[in-house]
């Protein structure tokens, strides 16, 4: 009796002891696991995924960071910074205000709080987070005048509200502060004009953006531009022509040239133009529309579709409009 009495304490002993090192492997393991997801570590793969710009893997971390309390200035901008690429706009513009409390002299900051806000105006058009959006840029370009990117911005809100003397200040403030490219924002000023259907105006700064940098060859096709608007048609020739001249490899002044031919139904000119864009770049949805065209004013019907296919599956909506027309439909 007494001996069978020991067996049983011996054994509920025994069970005790593996109980108990049981949860202790438990612990460990469980210790073991989540050390990888230690607030630390997790941060640190969210800046990995981030600076590899792998953002919808970087917003998954920093949201687990913020949730094991993780906080700072560049958490809540990465974070922002991360859901803005996302286009989670609202999400963006919370953490980067956070960012902004936690540090409210960092430009970088203040320029992607803009840069939220002028993307959702953008795909709301709404003209109050314009608005809204510039607080918030002309802030970060006052923290550093030297932020050419803030500028830019704060002239494409401006205009994009109807605001066209508002951005011309800014650029004007830009051209005076001698950090950045004068042909570029004389440029700039010019499509503001532009924009308000201000032609001839608009082709005094598109000539001062010329003299600026004689290879500007934008600049030459914009003010060509304005010599069509202005009814002078040689003169438009001329810096189409000069464009080509100074970057024979890039298109604009060919696909230029040949819509004027074009107009004139003077296929057989445009069309070797066309080609020769086309030669530059294959996938140009725009010159493989206009040589369609052109094909299909010549009655060259198969070439046209030939044509106008690659330009509507290039992203042209005209050219599906076109083949519809036609009796093809690309679904």
Not at 99 to 124: H, M, Q, R, V, W
Not at 283 to 294: E, Q, S, V
Request: with cysteine; charged share 25%; proline share 2%.
């Amino acid at each position: 009796m007494f001996k069978n009495k020991n067996i049983t304490d011996k054994n509920l002993i025994f069970s005790i002891i593996l109980t108990l090192l049981f949860l202790f492997a438990c612990a460990a393991a469980y210790m073991y696991i989540n050390y990888g997801y230690s607030k630390d570590v997790i941060l640190q793969k969210a800046n990995t995924y981030y600076i590899n710009e792998q953002y919808f893997m970087a917003a998954k971390y920093y949201a687990k960071a913020a949730e094991l309390k993780a906080d700072g200035a560049d958490l809540y901008r990465n974070y922002g910074t991360a859901l803005t690429k996302l286009a989670n706009y609202d999400s963006a513009v919370k953490y980067l205000k956070l960012s902004i409390d936690a540090d409210p002299y960092n430009p970088e900051t203040f320029y992607c709080l803009g840069d939220a806000l002028y993307l959702k105006a953008g795909s709301s058009y709404s003209s109050d987070k314009f608005l809204q959006a510039v607080k918030y840029l002309e802030k970060a370009a006052t923290l550093s005048p030297e932020m050419e990117k803030a500028y830019l911005l704060i002239g494409l809100c401006y205009r994009n509200t109807g605001m066209q003397e508002n951005a011309r200040a800014w650029y004007r403030r830009a051209l005076l502060s001698g950090n950045f490219s004068t042909a570029g924002f004389y440029n700039l000023i010019g499509h503001t004009f532009r924009e308000e259907e201000r032609y001839k105006e608009a082709a005094n700064y598109y000539k001062r953006a010329i003299h600026s940098d004689f290879g500007f060859v934008a600049a030459y096709c914009n003010l060509g531009d304005m010599h069509v608007k202005m009814n002078d048609i040689q003169n438009a020739f001329d810096c189409y022509e000069k464009a080509a001249d100074i970057n024979p490899n890039y298109i604009v002044p060919y696909l230029k040239i040949g819509a004027m031919y074009a107009e004139q139904n003077d296929f057989d000119e445009a069309i070797p133009l066309y080609l020769r864009a086309l030669q530059i770049n294959p996938d140009n949805d725009r010159a493989n529309y206009l040589l369609g065209i052109a094909y299909k004013n010549i009655g060259r019907n198969t070439d046209a579709v030939e044509f106008l296919k690659k330009a509507a599956y290039r992203g042209s909506d005209e050219a599906i409009y076109e083949l519809r027309n036609i009796g093809i439909d690309l679904r």
